[in-house]
T-cell receptor, first 114, second 116 residues
Framework: AQSVTQPDIHITVSEGASLELRCNYS??????LFWYVQSPGQGLQLLLK??????LVQGIKGFEAEFKRSQSSFNLRKPSVHWSDAAEYFC????????????FGGGTRLMVKP | GAGVSQTPSNKVTEKGKYVELRCDPI?????LYWYRQSLGQGPEFLIY????????DSGLPNDRFFAVRPEGSVSTLKIQRTERGDSAVYLC??????????????FGPGTRLLVL
């Protein structure tokens, strides 16, 4: 079975500071990995995804994530956070053997200080 | 273009009642998914449709939950004899095809269900 752990429930950063949100997954083969963002009253929006190839993937809104197989991690990063980035972030994993379902982590709530 | 829409946005009901939650996927998307998000948790998969048929309903918690997609577009999630533990945000998503979980799933804003 696949699973996702997001160790940080809440993170607070100052505007303009760098950000890293942690995600660890459990799956035997190469997973499909996703980061979604959820703002209040909004649906989940896909930031980026990784299937294969270059382990550093670029997404929307200036976000990037790096797949590290040795650490079973897919951490999300942004060099300079904006106040509008305050939201909840979810890491998710899928794979060919699980059909179309995605398994989500518990989420990390990001707060941005002015 | 229009995204995934869900109605109602909020639903309050009493324990034991029946509720229906509706999802309108993105036009042309053949795959449709339902997830449930409890407070403070990530979404959990419920059921996936390819066209009119439920291709995977392994996430439905029990037989009080049922979903249909009779014409391969709009879907309705039905919950019978609601319990307080059913209170959650019910999310719908759609994807263009059923190309496995590589396909990007586009999510609606959800229906917040509160069972009193």
């Amino acid at each position: 079975a696949q699973s996702v752990t997001q160790p940080d429930i809440h993170i607070t950063v100052s505007e303009g500071a760098s950000l890293e949100l942690r995600c660890n997954y459990s799956y035997g083969a190469t997973p499909y990995l996703f980061w979604y963002v959820q703002s209040p009253g909004q649906g989940l929006q896909l930031l980026l995804k990784y299937f294969s190839g270059d382990t550093l993937v670029q997404g929307i809104k200036g976000f990037e994530a790096e797949f590290k197989r040795s650490q079973s991690s897919f951490n999300l990063r942004k060099p300079s956070v904006h106040w509008s980035d305050a939201a909840e972030y979810f890491c998710a994993v899928g794979n060919n053997n699980a059909g179309n379902m995605l398994t989500f982590g518990g989420g990390t709530r990001l707060m941005v200080k002015p | 273009g229009a995204g995934v829409s869900q109605t109602p946005s909020n639903k309050v009901t009493e324990k034991g009642k029946y509720v229906e939650l509706r999802c309108d996927p993105i036009s042309g998307h053949t795959a449709l998914y339902w997830y449930r998000q409890s407070l403070g948790q990530g979404p959990e998969f419920l059921i996936y449709f390819q066209g009119t048929g439920a291709a995977d309903d392994s996430g439905l918690p029990n037989d009080r939950f049922f979903a249909v997609r009779p014409e391969g577009s709009v879907s309705t999630l039905k919950i019978q004899r609601t319990e307080r533990g059913d209170s959650a945000v019910y999310l719908c998503a759609s994807s263009l095809t059923s190309g496995g979980s590589r396909e990007t799933q586009y999510f609606g804003p959800g229906t917040r269900l509160l069972v009193l």
